[in-house]
């Protein structure tokens, strides 16, 4: 079956889909977050089948998230390293972090796992907000709108 791609939509929501593929994708990356660097690595953690991970480690580095480096020729064997693209996607990793600790355990109960500042020990809650003004975001505040740059652009190819 072919997969639906995403990567020409207007929307950012809809290109973010695009380059997170399946639901293998925040899982492998959220390991290379934890320090998994090498197929074994994520092997080791995962209970993934090795064609599948194979194929989303392929995909997560021709999409700019992973570098691959080879650290043995014979057989061939690879690194996995975040690249700046890849550190970039720990804002979406932490906002699924905050929803699933929320929204995915029966209520009055939470994940068995939590996030920490390695230096005080204290627990992180991540928070998306507006980083003009650093204001948590308001969903009742929000729409979408063509930018004016891109409306110049529909309306002269419209006219042409």
């Known amino acids: 079956m072919k997969r639906t791609r995403f ?9 973010a889909t695009d380059v997170m593929g399946d639901w293998w994708t925040p899982i492998i990356m959220r390991e290379a977050f934890l320090g998994a660097s ?4 994520f ?7 090795r ?7 392929e995909r997560l580095v021709e999409d700019g998230l992973l570098s691959q480096t080879a650290y043995q020729d ?3 064997r ?3 390293r975040m690249t700046e693209k890849g550190f970039a996607f720990l804002d979406v990793l932490v906002a699924m972090w905050r929803w699933g600790s929320e929204w995915g355990w ?5 994940p068995a796992v939590e996030l920490v500042d390695p230096v005080t020990g204290n627990e992180i809650i991540p928070q998306v907000v507006d980083v003009r003004t650093g204001e ?10 063509l930018k004016s740059s891109a409306k110049r652009r529909t309306v002269k190819a419209a006219e042409e």
């Open 7 to 15: 990567d020409r939509d207007p929307c950012p929501i809809a290109r």
């Open 38 to 41: 090498r197929f074994g690595d």
């Open 43 to 49: 092997v080791d953690r995962l209970d993934v089948p």
């Open 51 to 57: 064609a599948t991970l194979a194929k989303r480690l």
């Open 74 to 76: 014979n057989p061939p």
């Open 78 to 80: 690879y690194e996995y």
């Open 106 to 110: 029966p209520e009055g109960r939470g």
């Open 136 to 145: 948590p975001i308001d969903p009742t505040r929000l729409r979408m709108q």
